[in-house]
């Protein structure tokens, strides 16, 4: 028996990396996999079925079942159409993993509004409409399924050089964390992922170079796990994974300080006076 015997899961960016090894295992566990990849190079020019149909070929000769699916993500109608091949094809969605990016770096002063609304097409929008879709199929249904994000530390913390991509990430963390709120009633769980692994996308980055055990193989259980009924009372998470460590970023709010008089309205002076104490955690 699999973790996931008998659902069906659309993972997007499954071509390679993370992706890739998330839709193998999920295939192993027993869930039948539309893999999702437009076949593009990191910075999302170019498109082939190549990627896609290679993974959809190992999930066939293991003895799994599998469909490609080469749309774009960042459109509605690429989206529109991903959640159709899985209903067409296994007749139901009942996981979706929101995986597929791309990478368009720069610093903020170099950065131009076609870098911008690329990586924000592809990671932000693309998340919001690939949840959508499978979030009203899965209504349709009758309720219940897992849907996992993909946020980032870039997202959570900030990175230098990364402004549009960062800006994407934090958006896919309020997404995430509104989508678990609106759609608790149907039974949908919504989390997110952050990983840190070595793949097509960041072989080339420093940190790499000495941290090859970040692997795209650490990163797939997590997907497994949210997916799976071994999550089934977790929600509006977001789980870290780096290599071997995960943990669990949340956003937190100090205790504050409530000024005292005036109807409680601080001047400048007295924010800097009390800052110390307005911000620790």
């Known amino acids: 028996m699999g973790l996931l015997d008998g659902k069906v899961a659309i993972v997007t960016g499954a071509g390679g990396g993370i992706g890739r090894e998330t839709a193998l295992l999920f295939a192993t566990e027993g869930a039948k ?20 149909d ?36 296994f007749g139901r969605i009942d996981i979706l993993i929101n995986n597929a990016g791309i990478l368009r770096d720069k610093t903020l002063f170099k950065m131009d509004v076609p870098m911008w609304d690329a990586v924000i097409a592809v990671h932000l929008t693309g998340t919001f409409l690939c ?7 899965m209504r349709a249904q009758g309720g219940g399924g897992a849907i996992v994000n993909t946020t980032s530390v870039s997202g959570m913390l900030g990175n230098f050089g ?80 780096a290599g071997g460590k995960m943990s669990i970023y949340k956003v937190v709010e100090s205790p504050g300080k409530f000024k005292e008089g005036n109807n409680g309205v601080w001047t400048a002076d007295e924010i800097a006076e009390h800052w110390e104490v307005i911000s620790k955690v």
């Open 162 to 241: 990364q402004t549009n991509y960062s800006a994407a990430k934090a958006g896919i963390y309020g997404l995430t964390r509104t989508a678990s709120i609106e759609l608790q009633k149907y039974g949908i769980r919504v989390n997110a992922v952050a990983p840190i692994a070595k793949t097509r996308m960041t072989e080339d980055l420093p940190m790499f170079a000495k941290l090859g055990t970040l692997t795209p193989e650490h990163v797939a259980p997590a997907h497994l796990f949210l997916a799976s009924e071994k999550s089934a009372e977790i929600s509006g998470q977001v789980l870290s994974v």
């Open 33 to 52: 996999v539309v893999v999702n990849d437009v076949g593009s190079e990191r910075d999302g020019s170019g498109t082939g079925k190549a990627m896609a």
């Open 54 to 89: 290679r993974v959809v070929d190992d999930i066939a000769s293991a003895g799994g079942v599998a469909a490609p699916s080469y749309d774009s993500v960042a459109t509605q109608e690429g989206a529109d159409s991903l959640i159709k091949t899985a209903v067409d094809r």
């Open 131 to 137: 949840t959508q879709g499978a979030a009203r199929q």
